[in-house]
Nanobody, 115 residues
Framework: QVQLVESGGGLVQVGGSLRLSCAAS????????MGWYRQAPGKPRELVAV???????NYADSVKGRFTISRDNAMNTVYLQMNSLKPEDTAVYYC?????????WGRGTQVTVSV
């Protein structure tokens, strides 16, 4: 079992920045990829960014060049640095961890970008 706790969400103006953190606990030795997803009201959950244990990253086209995902394996934490935020980035952001072909989710953190 893996437990994930997100932090760092909040309210920010257009063009601002936020940094999300996700701390993993439990069977952390088995975690492979970690990532961030988001879900806006009335929309399906979508991938934002993912990072492998080795550090390879992949981003949604909508956030490339603005968001950066990073991972501290020693601290069992994954981060999402979000710059140049837009109103369409408003959503609940969820941390995800893949462990032995199973996906684990955090409870989510709200990000609201105001005009």
């Amino acid at each position: 079992q893996v437990q994930l706790v997100e932090s760092g969400g909040g309210l920010v103006q257009v063009g601002g920045s936020l940094r999300l953190s996700c701390a993993a606990s439990g069977s952390i030795f088995s975690i492979n990829a970690m990532g961030w997803y988001r879900q806006a009201p009335g929309k399906p959950r979508e991938l934002v960014a993912v990072v492998s244990r080795g550090g390879s990253t992949n981003y949604a086209d909508s956030v490339k060049g603005r968001f950066t995902i990073s991972r501290d394996n020693a601290m069992n934490t994954v981060y999402l640095q979000m710059n140049s935020l837009k109103p369409e980035d408003t959503a609940v952001y969820y941390c995800n961890a893949m462990s032995r072909a199973m996906g684990y989710w955090g409870r989510g953190t709200q990000v609201t970008v105001s005009v």
